[in-house]
């Protein structure tokens, strides 16, 4: 009886140490994943991350009735989400984010031409979690069998616990008092000093868009249609006959990689975007601020289109996804009301990003993807730049003459990632000093967008009708490209200081036309802004929304999640201008949410 009553005490000691201790080591192997948790993450922060764990731990016990069975959930899922996530950070530098749920469709599409041979560390730590898991089942708990609905008992008060202390987690004081990173504007560096799990529970916060404080629709309906009075009086039609062509061109992951140091090539990458930012006639040309880098398209699409931005809504949210649910004032639709044909045209999947359901409610009459590029020609695995502009062409031929045409092309040619070989395409741009090929093979993609350019704006120098041309890229491509040209300059992707990371958010931006337009060299806005420069530069009127936009740009020249700049040159973000840029912040919740169809 002695032996049997020690052998239990033994046992229950097992199982309250197991069930202390395989938590912890789960919260470190995850981190290690992607960094060195003991290095990285904060005291308090590790102190948080490791009861998250617990608590699940525990839920997952409790329900299973096994200490065994819970625990090996808790690591399969640890270990599942920790290699999603370092790939997801390999591919487009920032981590997994909860909104990211709804973009898998979107990810899976494109996953075949990303490189997934796993790192040394990724199989090392992915092999001590499977030790962890065989592990368990030399563990002896001796843990006494109750019915479920006993079981759930527990289990519904460590949810209760779990949700109140993500709650606490969320709380600016206390994020405040112990050392917690909330600035969701650097989320790579957010995740590496609070840990995987704490980020989350903290980012669970921003899941919807809360009404900015003092937020009132009939005020900010009344603001918005004080600038409607700025608009112009000209006669509709005697308007529609000077009317331009508006053709604008969203090229993949286009970016000059020169803006993050020094290098040198074999030859000039994009030799006619820097002709163009050289003062050429007719053209105005800079950097333009987006608010995302290495991934997210979507957003860049958002701000322009809308003239919204991404500084007032959570950070790796997708507005397609999740707030563009009803008809939206936006650029197209604007362009529609004065007698344009609006076409959309992306040569890639329809459902990328929910593309086929957001188009029409911003106002596309037509939507054109992949299935309609018959004969097109590719690079890689994806439809060609040359042949994005053969089609816009197509779409000017065939156009009702005498009705403007506004469109807006999405490609798709220089998609991550840069690792694989193709017999179609061989890259021969090299970078002297470094052997990379993601490097060579981005640099060598961006060469031929640079030509389809030239291709495009050749066509309609010799156009008939008045045109504008509009070229800008959505993003700078991930860390693995832009890795070689930071440490050629004395820098490294996880220790860029504040202001060195705002300039993995800057690429450049032509507008061009054949006709007189002022032209203007290194003018650097934000995708915000750019649609109201665009019909400012075309001689078209504004909407009010546009004409506020302008007026703010005077103040603020660059707006974006990343940073803001103000008229005298201070460099800093929205959070620290809340207060300044709170009529924005209304107006955009106001379009976005209250806004309604006359």
Request: proline share 4%.
């Amino acid at each position: 009886m002695k032996q049997m009553k020690y052998k239990k005490q033994i046992q229950l000691i097992a199982a309250i140490v197991t069930l202390i201790v395989f938590p912890v080591i789960t919260f470190y192997l995850m981190e290690a994943y992607t960094h060195n948790p003991f290095e990285e993450v904060r005291p308090w922060a590790q102190f948080f991350n490791i009861l998250l764990f617990e608590l699940l731990a525990w839920i997952f016990v409790s329900v299973t009735g096994k200490i065994q069975s819970g625990l090996r959930i808790e690591l399969v899922i640890a270990m599942i989400y920790g290699i999603a996530n370092a790939y997801v950070v390999r591919f487009r530098t920032n981590p997994i984010v909860p909104w990211d749920i709804f973009s898998w469709k979107t990810a899976a599409s494109v996953a075949s031409n990303y490189d997934f041979k796993p790192d040394i560390r990724m199989i090392v730590v992915t092999l001590a979690f499977l030790g962890m898991i065989v592990l368990l089942q030399f563990v002896k708990t001796g843990m006494p069998k109750f019915q479920l609905w006993k079981r759930l008992i527990p289990a519904g008060a460590c949810c209760i616990v779990l949700v109140l202390f993500v709650n606490l987690l969320q709380d600016e004081d206390f994020q405040t008092g112990h050392r917690l990173y909330p600035f969701f504007f650097t989320p790579a560096f957010m995740t590496q000093v609070n840990g995987v799990a704490v980020t989350f529970a903290m980012d669970l916060a921003y899941m919807t868009v809360e009404k900015p404080a003092g937020y009132d629709a009939v005020k900010e309906q009344a603001l918005l249609e004080s600038y409607a009075g700025q608009e112009d009086d000209t006669d509709s039609s005697e308007k529609k006959e000077e009317l331009p062509n508006i053709i604008v061109v969203m090229n993949e992951s286009f970016s000059d990689l020169n803006v993050l140091g020094d290098f040198t090539t074999n030859e000039d990458y994009m030799p006619y975007l820097h002709s163009l930012q050289n003062g050429a006639e007719n053209t105005v040309t800079g950097y333009l601020n987006v608010s995302v880098c290495g991934g997210n398209t979507a957003n860049t699409e958002f701000e322009f289109l809308t003239g919204n931005s991404m500084a007032f809504l959570p950070q790796g949210s997708i507005p397609y996804q999740q707030y563009i649910t009803k008809e939206l004032p936006a650029l197209p639709a604007y362009l529609a009301s004065l007698g344009y044909e609006t076409v959309a045209t992306h040569p890639y999947y329809a459902d990328g990003w929910d593309r086929d359901k957001v188009y029409p409610l911003l106002g596309f009459s037509e939507s054109i993807f992949k299935d309609q590029y018959w004969g097109a020609g590719y690079v890689r695995k994806y439809v060609s730049d040359n042949s994005c502009v053969d089609k816009i062409i197509e779409l000017y031929e065939k156009k009702e003459e005498g009705t403007p045409l506004f469109v807006f092309n999405v490609t798709m040619q220089n998609h991550g990632g840069y690792s694989d070989t193709y017999d179609n395409f061989t890259p021969d741009i090299t970078v002297e000093g470094v052997e990379s090929t993601p490097l060579s093979q981005y640099l060598s993609l961006v060469r031929l967008s640079d030509q389809a350019l030239e291709k495009l704006i050749s066509y309609f120098e010799e156009a008939d009708e008045k045109t504008i041309v509009v070229f800008f890229g959505d993003h700078q491509p991930n860390d693995t490209v832009a890795a070689p040209i930071l440490n050629l300059n004395g820098m490294t992707t996880k220790t860029l200081t504040e202001d060195q990371l705002k300039l993995r958010y800057e690429v450049p931006y032509v507008i061009w036309a054949n006709y007189d337009i002022d032209a203007e060299s290194g003018k650097d806005t934000s995708a915000n802004y750019l649609a109201a420069d665009v019909l400012h530069y075309a001689g078209i009127s504004e909407n009010a929304y546009g004409s506020y936009l302008l007026e703010l740009q005077r103040n603020y020249p660059v707006i974006s999640a990343m940073r803001v700049l103000t008229k005298d040159g201070l460099d800093t973000n929205s959070s620290s201008l809340k207060q300044e840029l709170k009529d924005y912040q209304s107006l955009q919740y106001y379009q976005l949410f209250d806004w309604k169809k006359e």
